[in-house]
């Protein structure tokens, strides 16, 4: 058992990091920008360590100073939580030269399967379906026009480090191809230092349908189900939900197996996600594995009744899962809302400030992951998620009438947030009816 874990992070998710460390014994170290200085973590961890000024680079992506506070502190894990460091395979191999466990995948797994052209060609030789594209990387726009005209329009230009929607263009004609091909890498080049890009044949209004996979050291593999999250803004998720309304109990199994399968190629070990796109037709195909922790995982909890945080923590220690496929029982529904300080009315634009009066609901079947309080500040530096509101009920309609109900109470005042563009995404007849896919707020909100 783990004495003592740093979470290499900030905000909601090492707050929930920090609680289940608490119920399961571990003591815990915060790290903390100067920005962050008066952050909820930092003030429920048992230590706290600045790491450095306000900027992501100068702290929470600084890597020296997050493993000398871990070996001054006396830690002998780091939870990596989401984002930040969470998939840095350099970073991973610094914990092991410092006999430092981190709490996630082996840099070689994280290198094998964030590396999408790497993953798409570790899929194709599992027999997992993938979207139809280029095998190799492709560098140079013209050897890509080449490759899809071939293919036939429209397809959609990716690249191969890519994340949150960086360095991903949608080209609809051959003319457009050139100029989109090196945006794309340029932006590929300046958010992830990598010109590797691929091509793939882009799929038309899917759904986007992630399967939660545990996997233990001894080659133990499960998954909890599917999350949909097809309701995104520029790639960028907003509204998930599990079970999926669209997959059935025999495309389940399927999807579900395949998702097993894909864990099992990648020799995988911890937590992590197999992301497939779902057409019109019922047709999969795997799009990436995300090596981490997700921020949606609440949703899985909550109709599985595990804590994945904890399943994390007992696999890096090198316990074997209790959990069997068949213990796996999806009860109810359950649904998540990002709410993000930032102003639909003005292009979501981020709205940092000071939180002036606060309420947050609760309940029956009502779960609030947050790090925020009454008089905190919210920093201009980070990402704006700064609330995940999640519920659960016995169906589809009854959380989304708990979830519009729970919006309704929520009051975060001194700032602008996107609680009320939530609440009509939630009372949107299609919506409502499960007709959804990736494009849905372009089509009804843009």
């Known amino acids: 058992m783990f004495k003592k874990i740093l979470i290499a992070n900030r905000g909601e998710i090492a707050v929930r990091i920090i609680r289940a460390c608490r119920e399961l014994g571990i003591k815990t170290v915060a790290v903390y920008s100067e920005a ?24 929470y992506l600084n890597m020296e100073r997050i493993l000398s506070a871990t070996i001054s502190t006396g830690a002998d894990a780091i939870h990596p939580g989401f984002g930040f460091l969470s998939e840095n395979s350099r970073f991973v191999e610094m914990c092991s030269k410092c006999n430092i466990t981190f709490i996630g ?33 492709v560098f140079q726009a013209e050897e890509g026009k080449t490759i899809a005209d071939g293919m036939g329009y429209p397809v959609i230009i990716k690249a191969s480090s890519g994340g949150g929607g960086k360095g991903m263009r949608i080209v609809t004609a051959s003319e457009e191809f050139i100029g989109c091909f090196n ?45 949909d999250c097809s309701i995104q803004r520029r790639h960028q998720k907003l509204i998930e939900e599990s079970p999926s309304s669209a997959i059935t109990p025999e495309l389940r199994k399927q999807m579900g197996d395949t998702a097993v399968k894909a864990a099992k190629a990648a020799t995988y070990e911890n937590a992590g996600t197999i992301e497939f ?3 019109k037709n019922g047709d999969f195909y795997f799009i990436e594995m995300n090596t981490r922790i997700q921020v949606e995982h609440p949703v899985t909890e909550m109709v599985t009744g595990l804590d994945l945080i904890k399943e994390q923590i007992r696999i890096a220690e090198g316990q074997k899962l209790t959990i069997k496929q ?14 993000n300080a930032e102003n639909p009315a003005r292009n979501f634009m981020p709205s940092p400030g000071t939180v002036t009066n606060m309420h947050l609901p609760g309940g029956n079947g009502v779960r609030i992951d947050t790090a925020l309080y009454n008089g905190y500040k919210i920093p201009a530096h980070y990402d704006s998620m700064i609330v995940k509101v999640i519920v659960h009920d016995v169906d589809r309609i009854s959380a989304i009438n708990k979830m519009r109900s729970t919006l309704g109470e929520v009051v ?9 563009f939530q609440y009509e995404i939630l009372s949107n007849e299609a919506f409502q009816a499960g007709d959804v896919n990736t494009h849905f707020i372009q089509e009804f909100f843009e």
Do not use: W
Request: proline content about 5%.
């Open 105 to 137: 995948p082996s840099a070689e797994i994280i290198n094998k399967m964030g590396n999408k052209s790497e993953a798409r060609k570790t899929m194709i030789e599992a027999g997992v379906p993938v979207v139809p594209g280029t095998k190799d990387p």
């Open 412 to 420: 975060i005042e001194g700032i602008t947030t996107n609680i009320d």
């Open 183 to 227: 945006t794309a890498q340029r932006e590929s080049v300046n958010a992830f230092g990598d010109n590797t890009m691929y091509i793939e044949k882009y799929i038309v209004s899917p759904r986007h349908i992630e399967f939660q996979i545990l996997a233990d050291k001894y080659g133990n593999v499960i998954q909890l189900g599917e999350r």
């Open 277 to 279: 796109l779902l057409d």
């Open 326 to 339: 068949e213990d796996v029982l999806i009860r109810g529904h359950a649904i998540e809302c990002r709410i």
């Open 36 to 59: 962050d200085r008066e952050a909820l973590h930092t003030q429920l961890a048992d230590e706290a360590v600045c790491i450095g000024p306000a900027a992501a680079s100068e702290s």
